[in-house]
T-cell receptor
């Protein structure tokens, strides 16, 4: 069974702090990794994708991938109350899209 | 550019009834997907399609059917609705680069 695990939270950080979200996956053959943000009652919205080991930065967001440890993380710098949402980690085994697995999500609250 | 649209937004079904959830995308994406999301859970793939006329099962296909007659449309059919199918259903689409774009969802309750 291919699993994607996330700490369900809630994770609470003060405004301006760094929020660190973690995700582990069981399938060593996984090739593509994604972070989605989902506001309550809304649909998931893609915020980051990463395919190679290392860091990928986009504005206040940094995704980190370590395939040897089967670990992917998302750092949010200078956290804002508007970042309060559930963050879903998604992992895809192949280069097509028929085996995308999602974690249950981590709920983040940024307190003003 | 509307992106991915879904209808209806909400629906209540009685056990044993059938319905079709509609999904349309205007981004000319080849790939389309149907997911369900239960409370506190991640998304589970029901069916997907890599192009018109081609569909395949995902992780949880039982109780559902799909068709893909055009690039734009990917309806999901529920036959003989059961309480276990109470969920939020999301349609998504992507081109070839793995990044999926989601519709607003359909909240379905089966009583």
């Amino acid at each position: 069974q291919k699993e994607v695990e996330q700490n369900s939270g809630p994770l609470s950080v003060p405004e301006g702090a760094i929020a660190s979200l973690n995700c582990t996956y069981s399938d060593r053959g996984s090739q593509s990794f994604f972070w989605y943000r989902q506001y309550s009652g809304k649909s998931p919205e893609l915020i980051m994708s990463i395919y190679s080991n290392g860091d990928k930065e986009d504005g206040r967001f940094t995704a980190q991938l370590n395939k040897a440890s089967q670990y992917v993380s998302l750092l949010i710098r200078d956290s804002q109350p508007s970042d309060s949402a559930t963050y879903l980690c998604a992992v895809n085994e192949g280069y097509n899209n028929n085996d995308m697995r999602f974690g249950a999500g981590t709920r983040l609250t940024v307190k003003p | 550019n509307a992106g991915v649209t879904q209808t209806p937004k909400f629906r209540i079904l009685k056990i044993g009834q059938s319905m079709t959830l509609q999904c349309t995308q205007d981004m000319n994406h080849n790939y389309m997907y149907w997911y369900r999301q239960d409370p506190g859970m991640g998304l589970k793939l029901i069916y997907y399609s890599v192009g018109a006329g081609i569909t395949d099962k995902g992780e949880v296909p039982n109780g559902y059917n799909v068709s893909r007659s055009t690039t734009e449309d990917f309806p999901l059919r529920l036959e003989l609705a059961a309480p276990s199918q109470t969920s939020v259903y999301f349609c998504a689409s992507s081109y070839f680069d793995n990044e999926q774009f989601f519709g607003p969802g359909t909240r379905l309750t089966v009583l």
